[in-house]
């Protein structure tokens, strides 16, 4: 019933979340098909996804002064965008001009991403309850779905350009309901408020080691399962598909659980649950065990992002809530981009087993930071 009466009071806000995980579980799923078609091989692939991280950091860092010009239409402009760009990579003929839509790509979604994440803590505020864990779930259950939708639509021969033509077409039509007056504006006088330093900087490097962590699996679990398992296409679709389906089933009972206990006692104990699944991806014979390894995984590191952002955001005046979330942003969300390129020079000359114990052992790093928040 929490969860419920949580997506309803930040409905808006949870259908972006959708938006963008659309989008992102499509791709996850399309990955080989992609790199194949590129040519390249893994470090080089990876490196191509930094351009993807260019653009959002690029973003991220205006997000502050595009939210006050854009105002209540912010979200819906920023959907509208990420629709658009989304038809440039799918029939990218070559890597130059793939490198270069990824660009324009993580520029809309770093845009769309700090946005959302800003009204949600804004009605956290509003309504004094957390909200952030279940849009968090949203955007997890968009990706999980699209991600297994895009199982089949491989297994059809449908290429990626049809495949992200379609998903674009769907966040056009739901960006109309995204439409949220803005309850506290960043241009408020600060008046004598120490600046935040470094609640922004620990919530910062959490957030990154989250979604590094949560990157690995998106990007690379398919081909994991395809390459080193031997698996099919549907049956690589699937890991990236699992992740989804227990992020959300994780967000959605954070939900419950961040009004029980402490905000980061629940970080300590999901890293310890996301690298103890890591590390049985990583060791996996069989597919099954991948899924169940990602499975794991997903529901541990469901909730160190999104509880990372909403301590951010109840550390900071009002007036800075913006500008916090974004610098949280630029740092944690960059991790989406920074582990797959990391995880492609890693698989190059190690393999990718090797490279998912490194995401195991990354991921336990959340909780010497978690225990100096706590600390502050």
């Known amino acids: 019933m929490h969860v419920l009466q949580a997506l309803f009071l930040s409905r808006r806000p949870a259908t ?14 399309y990955v080989p098909e992609v790199k194949a078609r590129l040519g390249v091989s893994d470090a080089t692939f990876g490196l191509l996804l930094l351009c993807n991280a260019l653009g959002l950091v690029s973003s991220m860092v205006l997000a502050p002064r595009l939210d006050r010009i854009l105002g209540s239409r912010g979200m819906q402009i920023a959907s509208v965008c990420f629709a658009f760009s989304l ?39 509003s309504h ?35 495949a992200f033509f379609c998903v674009a077409l769907i966040i056009f039509v739901l960006s109309a309901f995204l439409y949220l007056p803005v309850r506290y ?31 690995t699996v998106e990007t690379w679990s398919a081909l994991h399962i395809e390459r080193t398992l031997h698996g099919r296409a549907a049956e690589g679709a699937m890991g990236p598909a699992m992740l989804g389906i227990t ?4 967000r959605f009972s954070g939900q419950a659980v961040s009004q029980m206990f402490s905000d980061t006692k ?34 541990g590191v469901s909730v160190i992002g999104p509880l990372g952002l909403a301590l951010v955001g109840k550390s900071v005046p009002n007036h800075l809530r913006t500008e916090a979330i974004s610098l949280v942003a630029v ?14 020079i890693v698989s190059e000359f190690h393999g990718l087993r090797v ?7 990354l991921s336990l790093t959340a909780i010497p930071l978690t225990l100096l928040l706590r600390r502050l």
């Open 185 to 215: 504006n960043s241009t408020v006088a600060p008046g004598k408020v120490s600046y935040p330093f470094w609640p922004i900087v620990i919530c910062g490097l959490i957030v990154l080691v989250a979604f590094m962590t949560e990157a």
């Open 16 to 29: 972006a979340f959708v938006i963008v995980g659309l989008f992102w579980g499509c791709f996850a799923a």
């Open 87 to 125: 038809l440039l990579p799918g029939f990218a003929p070559n890597a130059l001009t793939f490198g270069i839509s990824m660009t324009i790509v993580g520029a809309a979604s770093g845009l769309a991403d700090v946005l959302m994440n800003a009204r949600v803590s804004e009605l956290e505020e």
């Open 266 to 299: 629940v970080i300590i104990l999901a890293t310890l649950v996301a690298a103890a699944g890591a590390l049985l991806a990583a060791l996996a014979p069989t597919p099954f065990w991948a899924y169940v390894g990602f499975g794991i995984l997903g529901l």
């Open 331 to 344: 740092m944690g969300f960059s991790g989406f981009f920074l582990a797959p390129s990391i995880m492609g």
């Open 128 to 162: 004094s309850r957390p909200l952030m864990n279940a849009n968090h779930a949203m955007f997890s259950v968009g990706y999980a779905a699209s991600a297994i939708a895009s199982g089949f639509a491989r297994e059809a021969l449908i290429t990626p350009g049809m």
């Open 247 to 250: 992020m959300a089933i994780g």
């Open 355 to 361: 490279a998912f114990i490194c995401a195991a052992a």
